[in-house]
């Protein structure tokens, strides 16, 4: 029988058998969710990598780099974080090698032993859904977290995934997760801007991030890794 | 200003700095739940040990020994991790050296640099946050959650605590709980006993264990640690 779990921060991975396992790994503010939009705007492919020292020397060896640390773009870099930058039709066929504070992070910590690897975000997230309902695994939904601390956007993600799953679960976090989003869902928005990092990347000026961010379903794709870089599936969603 | 925090799990306490903070170690299924309770039945302390040789040791050294592993009594202790062993008169000036799964480490953990570390529990959940509300000290509600997991009981009682104090907090964990609190606060019993650890200590039979760890304000009393040892200090609650 299918399960559902939740891993509420990277620093807790360790206490999760991931082996036979689909893990959904979220970033939300934003790595995750500029994943799924790259890869829904043209990119090839995305390569996850934890330093930015590893990300940059990929430059030139055939990928576009983005890099971020603390909510801003790291100089040397030709990206940042942010989603929007992908939505002007100049990326069709581009490889980019990616690094952020947390998000790569917890893709790196997820691989090994889990069935497989994707990527969650809300903009994807009936396909994602969809996706896992085909399959016979068990689901890990894995949240990046803001430096190793639970963080609210990634949690109620999961909160909003296992409301479409309804597998059962015996995880406190998810029946905990769960009831929060049916309680602030129709005014999603609203309660996740109270959320620190979402304050933290109102003080950068970039509102309209946040916004696109919080989108519910505007691709109909999933995103997963293969061969340590993450490239899209398209899904059916008549949701 | 005072801040309002929440650590849900002892794998994260290392991102969190206790300088000058008041600790509310959590462990209501039942370690703390316990501690209270004998406090409030005449026990004049209780010395947390983190392993069970130790906390074995101290018998007949003026102490009577506690000791509870995966919720079960351990062999070669005197009692167990149940409050309602406290319940029978027999305890006036007793010292009890205590070890569990999960609360002793955390109160272990929060040795150190916090400014005060007190015992939390539903049972003295108005006194505690009495207590607080005289004090200057931001505070750090550390749960001890399950085996390093999130645990529902024990951040549901931060939630708790948090719609008392009213303290401004950027802790996101803070936002979830509290709010969740707010919803499942009419049947919190109901809720609970969804937890998986409730339904864990379900299966030893220890319904009632459960029922009496989640009656509100049952004591007007905090539980301290003061010099390695927690003690009870009376606080008036005419809420």
Chains 1, 2 share one sequence.
């Not at 939505?87 to 090994?112: H, P, Q, W, Y």
């Not at 304050?199 to 961010?213: S, V």
Request: with cysteine; net charge negative.
């Amino acid at each position: 029988m299918r399960s559902l779990e939740i891993c509420l921060s990277p620093e807790l991975i360790h206490l999760h058998d991931l082996s036979g396992k689909i893990v959904v790994v979220v970033d939300i503010f934003r790595a995750t969710s500029t994943m799924v939009t790259a890869l829904a705007n043209g990119v090839t492919s995305i390569k996850p990598v934890e330093d930015l020292e590893s990300c940059k020397s990929l430059a030139g060896n055939g990928y576009v780099t983005a890099g971020e640390r603390n909510g801003k773009k790291e100089p040397g870099f030709a990206l940042g974080n942010s989603p929007l930058s992908y939505l002007d039709g100049t990326f069709d066929g581009v490889r980019i090698a990616m690094t952020t504070t947390n998000g790569t992070v917890a893709i790196e910590r997820s691989k090994g032993s889990a069935e497989e690897v994707i990527i969650g975000s809300f903009l994807n997230l009936q396909a994602t859904a969809n996706y896992l309902l085909q399959k016979e695994a068990s689901v890990l939904i894995f949240c990046a977290g803001w430096k190793g601390k639970f963080n609210l956007e990634d949690s109620l993600y999961a909160g909003a995934l296992a409301a479409l799953l309804q597998y059962p679960s015996d995880c406190d976090g998810i029946l905990a997760m769960e009831t929060l989003y049916y309680q602030t869902k129709e005014d999603l928005l609203g309660f996740l801007k109270k959320a620190s990092h979402a304050k933290r990347l109102q003080n950068f000026n970039i509102e309209e991030d946040i916004d696109f961010c919080l989108t519910f379903n505007r691709y109909d794709l999933i995103a997963i890794l293969v061969d340590d870089e993450i490239i899209a599936k398209k899904i059916p969603t008549n949701a």
